[in-house]
């Protein structure tokens, strides 16, 4: 049985238009997201014939190939969750939602909720090629941060848990906005869901302490 397999999305096809069209979702989906399991799931498999067979002449493209495919897929998953339609997402994060905690530290964080917003925007809308802007609770210093993500996996601070991922990838966007990819991740703001994205630090926060190793 696959290790990996590809998560439903939690909405229709067309929930997050005009945002996002239905014709992108079911692509980006269907055909681009289910490439990244498949990529995984066959990179594990022929690491585990390597082991089993002592051949190991291909294992630097083998571990690249799993980090490319299986970090889009982790990226993926958080991304269709942290989306929602557009009468229901966008805003900020808010005391009166019971969404104190994340707009705490994201003031304690970023300094203002603009300031953050803004880097963000210009973490995913000037990736050079293919790539992400992450929000990502760092467990090190306990605050958060804006990850500018080459691919689905270089520029990583080692150990930063994303919490809310912009797809910058062309394949997120050219079908609707063409060149214009600022205007898709100005546009990414009116679909955030602060819910989930909430849910996210509060569990980031309780795993990352671990992280903190006790002194002896
Ligand atoms: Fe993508």
Redesign the pocket.
């Known amino acids: 049985m696959a290790l990996y397999t590809l998560p439903e999305l939690p909405y229709d096809y067309a929930a997050l238009a005009p945002v996002i069209s239905p014709e992108i979702i079911e692509l ?1 989906h269907d055909k ?1 997201h289910a490439a990244y399991v498949k990529g995984a799931n066959t990179a594990v498999e022929q690491l585990a014939e390597a082991r089993d067979t002592d051949s190991w002449g291909c294992t630097n493209g083998l571990e690249k190939n799993l980090a490319f495919n299986l970090s889009g897929h982790v990226l ?1 998953s958080i991304y269709w969750q942290n989306m929602t339609a557009p009468h229901e997402g966008g805003g900020e994060p808010l005391a009166q939602d019971g969404l104190g905690d994340l707009a705490d530290a994201i003031t304690e964080s970023f300094g203002t909720f603009e300031g953050f917003k803004t880097q963000l925007t210009k973490a995913a809308g000037t990736t050079q090629g293919s790539g992400w802007g992450v929000m990502a609770y760092e467990p090190l210093s306990g605050r958060l941060i804006v990850e500018q993500i080459y691919d689905h996996q270089g520029n990583v601070g080692q150990g930063s848990v994303p919490v809310l991922v912009f ?1 910058a ?1 062309e ?2 966007f050219y079908l609707q906005y063409k060149n214009q990819k600022v205007d898709f991740i100005e546009a990414m703001w009116q679909v955030v869901n602060w819910q989930d994205v909430a849910r996210r630090y509060a569990a980031a926060k309780e795993r990352g302490d671990a992280m903190l190793l006790p002194q002896h």
């Open positions: 980006h681009h993926h797809d990838w394949h997120a």
